[in-house]
């Protein structure tokens, strides 16, 4: 499986983008998709996730601003990013669980593939 994210850039505090992410490979195999960043200096945080019956999670520093969604038949996923702040600047990952069973975590650790990242910037 291979990811590729797109979609990020700077904006304004208060903007938004949309972040979206194609899968390609075997994408029968992947069970959950999660988006995650990380600042310079700080360890990668799960933002939100998904899974194929369109469930998801949400990081509490995000919820009510973020949504993630999925158009399985293309195999995309997005994730929706409204009323940024300063504090969200970070690269943003997406990443899969790919061959193993289906966990709406947000934990970086259960998902075994990664995208290259795309660059999020929120000046004030």
């Known amino acids: 499986v291979q990811l590729v994210e797109s979609g990020g850039g700077s904006v304004q505090s208060g903007g938004s983008l949309r972040l979206s992410c194609a899968a390609s490979g075997v994408t029968s195999s992947m069970y959950s998709i999660g988006w995650f960043r990380q600042a310079p200096g700080k360890g990668r945080e799960g933002v939100a996730a998904?899974?194929?019956?369109?469930?998801?999670i949400y990081a509490d520093s995000v919820k009510g601003r973020f949504t993630v969604s999925q158009d399985n038949a293309k195999s995309m996923y997005y994730l929706q990013m409204n009323s940024l702040k300063p504090e969200d600047t970070a690269m943003y990952y997406c990443?899969?669980?790919?061959?193993?069973?289906?966990?709406?975590?947000?934990?970086?650790?259960?998902?075994?593939?990664w995208g290259q990242g795309t660059q999020v910037t929120v000046s004030s």
């Open positions: 990443a899969a669980r790919v061959g193993v069973f289906r966990l709406l975590v947000l934990e970086h650790y259960r998902y075994n593939a």
């Open positions: 998904i899974i194929e019956d369109g469930r998801t």
